[in-house]
Structure formats: C-alpha cells, structure tokens
C-alpha cells in the first residue's frame, strides 16, 4: 500500500492527512496507493458528503506558515478524487452541494487556483446508473433473425454479454457495501436485478431444452448452449458463462440420460472442461487463473467476488482500539472492489442488434420455479426404476454451486414489463412482416414462438379468427398473459383431460370451434381448464399451465364434474 507510516491502524484524520502530504506542490502523488484506497474505500467508514466536510474544514482552519502550501495540496486531493471517481460527484447531491460550498469558501479566501482545481461543471452525466432499465441505443441496419434456433451460438453470447455488462456497470460500491454487510438485497435493486438476471438466464437455459419434445432435438439444444458457453468464455464473460452451466447442470437437465445418450463425444469433452473452469473445487481455483489472465473488458463471476468481500468483512473488524480505522481490512477489501470498480469502466466492442435485445430481455423475465421445472422434466424422461436407481424426486442443486443467487426472482413492475412487451411486439413486426401489411402469418408466427417455450396456440392470440394476428392482438395476448408468465407452469405439453358435460356455451381450444351437443360435448383438462373436441385433445399444442390461465367461457362452474382436481403425484 505504499510507504505510508500508518501501521495497520489510524484515525480518519491521520489518514486524511496522510493522502494529502502525499501530493507535491505541482499536484503530482508519489507512488502510493493509499489515496486511491481512501477514496474508494471511504463509504465503507462515512459518507461522501462527511468525507468533503472534513475536507473543507481541515481546509478551513488550516494555519502557520506553510498553510497556503497545504491548502493546495487538499484542493490537489480533491481534484484527485473527482477524476477518479466523477460518477460520485453527479449522482450525489450532498456531495455535489459540499462542493459547491467547498469552492465558495476557497473564492472567499482569495485563492482563485484552488476554485478551478475543484471545479465540477463538466462532469458527465451518470443519470444512466439510476435508471436500471434505459437501453444503449444502437443503430443496425437491415433485418434481424429473432429465431433462437437460426441464432449462431457467438451471436447469442454477443447479446448476452450485452446484457451483463450493462447490468453489471450499474452496480455502484454502495451495493457491494449494502450487500456484504446486511447478507440480503433488501433495498438493494441494482444487484438484485442483475442476480435476477442470472438466474433468469439459468432458467432459461432449462426451459429451452425441456421444450423440445425428443431427446434428440433436447440434444441439440444442449450443444448449441454448450458452445455458447465456448463464445461466452471466448468474449471473457465468465458470469453469463457460470448461469449456463448451472443451468445445464441442473438435476432438471442432468438427468434426462436418454437426452445425454445424444451428445457427441466432442460436445462432452467441451461440456466436462467448461464444468471443471467454473469448479468451486479449490476455492474456484481454476476460474480465478483463468480470470486473472484476462486483460481488458471481462465480466466476473459476481457471487464468487462476493463471496471474497463476505469472507474479509467476516474476519477483520471495522475499527481497531479507539476511532482508528483497521488498514489491514480496508486494503484487503479494496484488492476486490477495486477490481470490481474498474472493470465496470472496461469498453467492448459490441454491437448489438436491439430488435434481438427485446426478445431476449422479456424472455430472461419469465420466471418459473425449479420444481415446475423439474416436473416437466419427468414428464419428458419418466423416472425408470432399473436405470435410474438414484434419479431425485425433487429437484437437486446444480453441480455449480449458486447460493449465492439462490431465492432471488424478478419483481414484475408493470410498467417496465408493459415497456418491453411493446418493444417485443414491435421488434416482431419490423422483421416478420414483410409485405408491412400490419398482420403475421401462422407460418412466421410458428417460428416466432419457437423463442418462447410454451407460448399459446396460434388460434388463442387470433382473436378474431382471420387466420391472421394483427399487432393489436400479440399486444393484448402478452398484456393478458403478464401475469401468467410469472406464474408457475404446469407440467409442459401433457393434459390430463376428461371427457366433460358443459352447461354453458365453450369453444374449442385447438381449433375454436363450438363444443356441441346436450352431454359429453368435449374434453377439458383437470390440471388448467382448457377444453376441446374428442378429436382435437390430441392436436393441442397449448401448454399445459395448471391454473395459471383463466378459464374460457363456461369453463369455470360451466361444466360438470366441477373443480378440476391435481393429478396423482
């Protein structure tokens, strides 16, 4: 930490003191680290705002015959600081007015030199750190592919990336600080939403392979994740890297052995290395080579940073004796947030396609629990007594340790949530149609849904039964379904149907015709309601979601047997 003479403890006074000796008189430091700790540190011990006042009044009552000289070298110091950390001095309005009195004091004294040292007015704006949603706009011309499946696994990771990094670089020292001190998120929405994020993408990953209906295409989908993974380690993004693999190592996953039987060998030798990197075997050993190796932009692997800055605040006490600051602790927890500081300044080279960015961002939204999840997995691969003696009942945790990330979900805020539903519905229309008539086929719409696992029936979002969804329509559906989409889901594809008297008019669900007839007129699943003919029960594509729709007319005390009742386990 430099030659600074403090021992490991101090007053904040004499630190103060310290950092400001160590600045010459044309105002350059000598080689220390000490300052740039002290500032980037102090919210741990005081405010910003305290931390100017002492400054201004050491300013102040400064005296004898060399108090011009160290006057100077506070202004030096301040100076330092607004360079250093400038976000500080425009997102905290304390700060910002000490300043300000800061510079009308050292007018009164006559030193015209020192107001320009500390001068503020040309700072940029951070107003962007606030806003957890605001966008990077980005101009691409042409048409985008929103098909997951058309996707190249370098784009997919590309825009991925996008999305960590912008959520990562708003994560401020205060959240860190909150964080590790309070072990919760509360009032802390800048890192909860980028670990929702995480285990947005986590389930994410589940649910694009379980939608698959063959272990065959699962496979593929595993792959096609497996070398995301490859790109995501390639552009050093080792978050979004270690929320793939939890997702693919999840029991959901992990235990579909007819899925694994697919893969080639190739596919999972590179599995079994990307397992091994993110290992928390040896204290993340292998990820922190490979992390350390790095230079320029990268994204860490938040939860295990944390878990360093937990481990040090646990250790080592604030305060040392009376009032004095434990230096040990202070530069053992400014080695990581430093790193974490800097690397949120690190410039990409990304250029993403935002049309791509909607989809991708109401997508990661959707949130399931791991136990629906974990059913639809044995709906698909039923658990078999001879070859799967050890199979879970319930679903296990990932081979890569996340409780850190664990119970955390998005809060639904409907005007967010109404903010990128609209982009969504835009972004689909500008790439699928393309006579610009204002409508969507059911052959693009087919493709479209393919991005989201379990979306309705092409026949449910056309309301008026044209054969054509209009934007009105995908607008209303998703507007309808918001709810919905936070809710939990059902067990994938497979209702439990019974044949069903209806007492008031019902509609087909697959092809929306009227249900006739005086008793027995159709079939109505006992998990979600959904109603159809005899011979369409076996057509519907709507996914089973128990409970989590409303009921259709005549469907709720339209029918006979009434309440639908849960399935055996």
């Known amino acids: ?50 931390l100017a006042e002492k400054l201004l009044c050491i300013y102040r009552n400064a005296s004898g015959e060399s108090c011009d000289e160290f006057r100077l070298k506070i202004c030096y110091f301040m100076r330092y600081w607004i360079v250093k950390f400038p976000a500080e001095f425009n997102l905290d309005l304390g700060l910002i007015r000490m300043t300000e009195e800061f510079r009308e004091v050292a007018s009164q004294l006559g030193y015209e030199k020192h107001t320009s040292l500390i001068d503020i007015s040309s700072i940029p704006s951070y107003d962007w750190m606030r806003r957890v949603t605001q966008r990077k706009k980005v101009s691409k011309k042409g048409k985008a592919c929103l098909l997951f499946d058309h996707l190249e696994p370098i784009e997919l990771a590309e825009h991925l990336t996008f999305l960590e990094h912008k959520s990562f670089r708003r994560i401020s020292f205060t959240d860190y600080q909150s964080y590790v001190i309070h072990g919760c998120l509360e009032n802390n929405p800048t890192l909860e939403r980028s670990i929702a994020l995480f285990n947005g993408i986590s389930k994410w990953v589940q649910l694009m392979v379980l939608s698959k209906p063959t272990p065959q295409q699962r496979a593929e989908v595993i792959t096609k994740f497996i070398n995301v993974a490859k790109k995501l380690l390639q552009l050093k993004n080792f978050n979004t890297l270690m929320a793939v693999v939890g997702g693919l190592s999840h029991s959901s996953i992990s235990r579909l052995k007819e899925t694994h039987s697919h893969l080639s060998s190739e596919v999972t030798k590179n599995w079994n290395e990307m397992m091994e990197l993110v290992s928390s075997n040896g204290n993340y050993c292998n990820y922190r080579k490979a992390f350390a190796d790095c230079d320029g932009f990268k994204i860490p692997i938040l939860g295990v940073h944390l878990k360093d800055l937990i481990a040090v605040h646990v250790i080592f006490p604030d305060w040392t004796e009376e009032n004095k600051v434990n230096i040990v602790k202070m530069h053992q927890l400014s080695v990581t947030l430093s790193e974490l500081v800097s690397l949120q300044n690190a410039s990409h080279h990304l250029e993403p396609n935002l049309d791509l960015i909607n989809l991708l961002t109401l997508s990661l939204d959707l949130y399931h629990t791991e136990d629906d999840i974990y059913k639809l997995s044995l709906v698909l691969e039923p658990r078999n007594s001879k070859s799967q003696p050890t199979s879970p009942t319930t679903p296990t945790k990932p081979v890569v340790p996340l409780e850190w990330a664990s119970g955390v979900m998005p809060k639904p805020d409907p005007t967010v949530i109404n903010k990128h539903i609209r982009k969504l519905v835009e972004s689909v229309f500008r790439n699928y149609d393309h006579d610009h008539d204002g409508y969507i086929s059911q052959e693009d719409f087919e493709s479209i849904a393919a991005n989201f696992p379990f979306l309705d029936s092409f026949c449910v979002l056309d309301k008026d039964q044209d054969g054509l969804i209009s934007k009105d329509e995908m607008m ?52 979600c309601g959904a109603n159809c003919h005899k011979q369409c029960k076996d057509l519907l594509v709507l996914a089973c979601r128990r409970f989590a729709r409303a009921p259709s007319l005549g469907s709720s005390h339209g029918s006979l047997p009434g309440s639908p009742s849960l399935p055996p386990g």
């Open 476 to 527: 209303a559906y998703f507007l309808r379904a918001k709810s919905q989409l936070h809710c939990k889901m059902g067990p994938g594809f497979v209702h439990n149907f019974q044949e069903m008297t209806y007492l008031k008019p019902t509609f087909c669900e697959h092809c929306a015709g009227f249900l006739w007839g005086i008793i027995k007129q159709g079939y109505k699943c006992k998990d």
């Open 1 to 50: 930490m430099g030659s600074s003479g403090l021992g490991k403890a101090a007053t904040l006074d004499e630190l103060l003191s310290t950092c400001i000796e160590m600045f010459d008189d044309n105002g350059e430091l000598n080689n220390s680290y000490l300052p740039r700790i002290v500032l980037l540190m102090h919210r741990w011990y005081l405010s910003s705002t305290e």
